[in-house]
């Protein structure tokens, strides 16, 4: 019972990474994603992403510390939801003043 649920995490983790990639190579394949007019609103969408992972992977470590689950549980489903947030924030980000090229 302890190793399914420190599988179960990973493999809803592993979904959700499928899920963004496909549907950023959707996006590639079809030129859609997200370009911005300066540098600075660029660089912030690129970035949406690897933070919502850093802040999910933070949260994930604060729950771990105070509720009795698994840190590895805890930090992969965290880095997970935070990888989906910094998508769908990226998403609607993109989806503000788009320029497509």
């Not at 997200?34 to 970035?47: E, M, N, W, Y």
């Not at 992977?57 to 698994?70: D, L, R």
Request: glycine share 14%; charged share 15%.
């Amino acid at each position: 019972m302890g190793l399914i649920m420190e599988i179960v995490p990973v493999v809803i983790v592993g979904g959700i990474v499928v899920y963004v990639i496909e549907r950023l190579k959707h996006k590639y394949n079809q030129g859609n994603l997200g370009k911005k007019k300066s540098k600075g609103a660029q660089d912030l969408l690129d970035s949406l992403i690897p933070m919502g992972m850093i802040f999910g992977c933070a949260i994930g470590v604060i729950v771990g510390m105070f509720f009795p689950i698994s840190l590895l549980s805890t930090v992969s489903l965290g880095a997970g939801i935070g990888y989906l947030f910094g998508f769908l924030a990226y998403e609607i980000y993109s989806k503000k003043g788009n320029i497509h090229s």
